[in-house]
């Protein structure tokens, strides 16, 4: 089987809707190998996510 990816974001994909997709995937992929997650530990990963994002985003403004 092969890995699935995310398509490339087009000219009107935003930042946050790639993000969400590569998440989706990210997801998807953990409850493949390891079961399902509660809607609670999806929410704690988005939350995570988000906040990687955050950080990411401060250091390149900062740069």
Known sequence: ????YPAAPGPRTGKRELRGQIL???????EQRRGSLTPESQ????????E?????????AAS
Not at 1 to 4: G, L, V
């Open 52 to 60: 990687v994002f955050a950080l990411d985003k401060e250091r390149s």
């Open 24 to 30: 989706d995937e990210y997801l998807a992929d953990y």
């Open 1 to 4: 089987m092969s890995p699935r």
């Open 43 to 50: 929410q704690a990963a988005r939350q995570v996510f988000d």
